[in-house]
């Protein structure tokens, strides 16, 4: 059975940086792209960032490129997604997700809540 | 790049069929068949319905089904049953500049 267990959410000032973590089983995890996607409360759904399974390719969205880094570890079987100068507008339910292949998300983390505020 | 972009809110009765648009240019939904569809329930994390414009997961009742045509997608959803209530939203590979992008989400009511 797929899993992704993420931890890592949590309220913080405006300015400052939180690693999301999200730790994959049940299927072969170099294999497959990993991404994050999130939601604002009450919003629809924004991707945010994919990594692919080799690390040869990492894309973010135009709202947190240059503040955001993805990065995964095949040994541990683990995503991350360090998210620095939090602004309010990045409050939301991060999910970790699977890539199926064909561009699709085929499993989806729990869901870990992130507030910026002062 | 704008989302893709979706009618906010869609209904219909036990029994009946409903479609769900999903609209975007020839640079995302109509230069790619690469479109999906999540279903959200209330608090919890959306769920792939229908990939690669038509294709079904396995678990996915056949009453779901998808299509597209030039830049528009659809989500059929047949047989409308209380628990398909639910938001759902499209998604589509953009290219290597945007990725993949979202629709606005559809809220799916059933009378």
């Known amino acids: 059975e797929v899993q992704l267990l993420q931890s890592g959410g949590g309220l913080l000032q405006p300015g400052g940086s939180l690693r999301l973590s999200c730790a994959a089983s049940g299927f072969t995890f170099s294999s497959y792209a990993l991404n994050w996607v999130r939601q604002a409360p009450g919003k629809g759904l924004e991707w945010v960032s994919t990594i692919s399974g080799d690390l040869s390719r990492k894309d973010y969205a135009a709202s947190v490129k240059g503040r955001f880094t993805i990065s995964r570890d095949n040994s541990k079987n683990a995503v991350y997604l360090q998210m620095n100068s939090l602004g309010a507008e990045d409050t939301a339910i991060y999910y970790c997700v699977k890539s199926s292949g064909w561009y699709a998300f085929d499993y989806w983390g729990q869901g870990t809540l992130v507030t910026v505020s002062s | ?111």
């Open chain 2, 1 to 111: 790049q704008s989302a893709l972009t979706q009618p906010p809110s869609a209904s219909g009765s036990p029994g009946q069929s409903v479609t769900i648009s999903c609209t975007g240019t020839s640079s995302d939904v109509g230069g790619y068949n690469y479109v999906s569809w999540y279903q959200q329930l209330p608090g919890k994390a959306p769920r792939l319905m229908i990939y690669a414009v038509t294709q079904r997961p396995s678990g996915v009742p056949d009453r779901f089904s998808g299509s597209k045509s030039g830049n528009t997608a659809s989500l059929t959803v047949s047989g409308l049953q209380a628990e398909d209530e639910a938001d759902y939203y499209c998604t589509s590979y953009a290219g290597s500049n945007n990725f993949v992008l979202f629709g606005g989400g559809t809220k799916l009511t059933v009378l």
